[in-house]
């Protein structure tokens, strides 16, 4: 079946770039929403944004300005890139399929601290 | 945006009903999806378009989505239906996607 993994630093210091990449396995990666869903530790999920056939983009709004999603078909990979990262994008992030408007397949999550 | 207001915990003895919900404006108007998260592991659906169970998920748990309120409810609780519990919409005229704060299911 299809599996995620999110793969990434776990340290990245303020003001730096948070680059994290999802590596899609049993499946490809040509159809479906390929998204960024975060959680802050203790705190509840929330949607980062998506690419869809390497083209088309959504990002949340309050992330838009620092937000880069893109995909790699040749490589069956996703990737996000956060720009000027602070301590309040210290999350567990996860990579997610969306079908159809529904997060049908998750990876297990990465956690990144951002700290000096 | 459009926000969505879950309660922050919902507590249940064993083989009793749970119900969460979720309000939201008009919500009714909207397809809620929700989802299972327990400690340590990445959230896991449970229903998708207010009523739908994915396979494998067991049919004590149900959803229904209607007016200001769609709710999750899960029946003839177990020790392991402990967890938090999100619900999730696509909001339409934005195209973003949005989750509730949360719930946390104690079984008492």
């Known amino acids: 079946q299809v599996q995620l993994l999110e793969s990434g630093p776990g340290l990245v210091r303020p003001s730096e770039t948070l680059s994290l990449t999802c590596s899609v396995f049993?499946?490809?990666?040509?159809?479906?929403?390929w998204t960024w869903i975060r959680q802050p530790p203790g705190k509840g999920l929330e949607w980062i944004g998506y690419n869809y056939h390497s083209g088309t983009t959504m990002y949340n709004p309050s992330l838009k300005s620092r937000l880069s999603i893109s995909v790699d078909m040749s490589k069956n990979q996703f990737s996000l890139r956060l720009s000027s990262v602070t301590a309040a994008d210290t999350a567990v992030y996860y990579c997610?399929?969306?079908?159809?408007?529904?997060?049908?397949?998750w990876g297990r999550g990465t956690l990144v601290t951002v700290s000096s | 945006s459009y926000v969505m207001t879950q309660p922050p915990s919902v507590s249940v003895a064993p083989g009793k009903t749970a119900r969460i919900s979720c309000g939201g404006n008009n919500i009714g108007s909207k397809t809620v999806h929700w989802y299972q998260q327990k400690p340590g592991q990445a959230p896991m659906l449970v229903i998708f378009?207010?009523?739908d169970r994915p396979s494998g998920i067991p049919e004590r748990f149900s959803g229904s989505n209607s007016g200001n309120t769609a709710t999750l409810t899960i029946s003839r609780v177990e020790a392991g239906d402990e967890a938090d519990y999100y619900c999730?919409?696509?909001?339409?005229?934005?195209?973003?996607?949005?989750f509730g704060g949360g719930t946390r299911l104690t079984v008492l």
């Open positions: 997610a399929r969306e079908n159809s408007g529904y997060f049908d397949l």
């Open positions: 378009y207010d009523t």
């Open positions: 049993g499946g490809s990666i040509s159809t479906f929403y």
């Open positions: 999730q919409i696509w909001d339409n005229p934005t195209d973003h996607r949005v």
